[in-house]
């Protein structure tokens, strides 16, 4: 079946820096969902993305729908303490089911 | 309003039993979805259905059977726990009918150990 790849799998930042990861498919999407988890919640999700190419932000959050079609990014920018969690992407293309990442653990030092 | 809620939070099962993950959702979402998490594999899909009355099976649907009475609540059964079972349930809906059709929401998820 489909597979969907992030990267990094964990990753420590220091508070204020910014954050990328990304996430890679082998197969094409027409929608990348990221959601945000933290410890004995379920996902919540952040941003959703509808079109190549496409640059969505929501607050210090921005991700990117790859022009390919089989990638997108997530960026934080001016990390703080609150946006520890795992990151996930999710990828769907038209008359399936979404497909979910591992992952992306943050940590952020103060 | 709750969103979507999952009962139990938490629950240790004897191998062999059954037992039923109740999840119930208030935004008359029409498709509903339930994924088991597990460490270093993210979320699975187990069974879904785009609405009620209709089920479908998704990746790992195998030991697990669900229903789809009504709108709001879709049931997951295990019909004979086993130890690979033990996992995070969570419990997602999505309005397929509108703009944002594809977003998932999630439940808060029920904790289950088989043992």
């Known amino acids: 079946g489909q597979q969907l790849n992030q990267s990094p799998q964990s990753m420590f930042i220091q508070e204020g820096e910014d954050v990328s990861m990304n996430c890679t498919s082998s197969?094409?999407?027409?929608?990348w969902l990221w959601y945000k988890q933290e410890p004995g919640e379920g996902p919540v999700l952040l941003i959703a993305?509808?079109?190549?190419?496409e640059l969505t932000s929501n607050g210090r959050l921005t991700a990117q729908f790859g022009i390919t079609r089989k990638d997108s990014f997530l960026n934080i920018s001016a990390s703080i303490p609150s946006d520890v969690g795992i990151y996930f992407c999710?990828?769907?293309?038209?008359?399936?089911?979404?497909?979910f990442g591992p992952g992306t653990r943050l940590s952020v030092l103060p | 309003t709750a969103g979507i809620t999952q009962a139990p939070t938490s629950q240790i099962l004897a191998a062999g039993r059954s037992m039923t993950l109740r999840c119930t959702q208030d935004?008359?979402?029409?498709?509903m979805y339930w994924y088991r998490q597990d460490l270093g594999l993210g979320l699975r899909l187990i069974h879904y259905?785009?609405?009620?009355?209709?089920?479908g099976k998704g990746e790992v649907p195998d030991g697990y059977s669900v229903s789809r009475a009504n709108t709001d609540d879709f049931p997951l059964t295990l019909a004979s726990a086993v130890p690979s079972q033990t996992s995070v349930y969570f419990c997602?809906?999505?309005?397929?009918?509108?703009?944002?059709?594809?977003?998932?929401?999630f439940g808060p998820g029920t904790r289950l150990t088989v043992l």
């Open positions: 999710a990828g769907k293309n038209y008359g399936q089911n979404f497909v």
């Open positions: 997602a809906s999505s309005d397929t009918g509108g703009p944002v059709y594809n977003e998932q929401f």
């Open positions: 935004m008359r979402h029409n498709a």
């Open positions: 993305l509808y079109k190549a190419g």
């Open positions: 259905s785009n609405t009620a009355g209709t089920t």
């Open positions: 197969s094409i999407f027409n929608t």
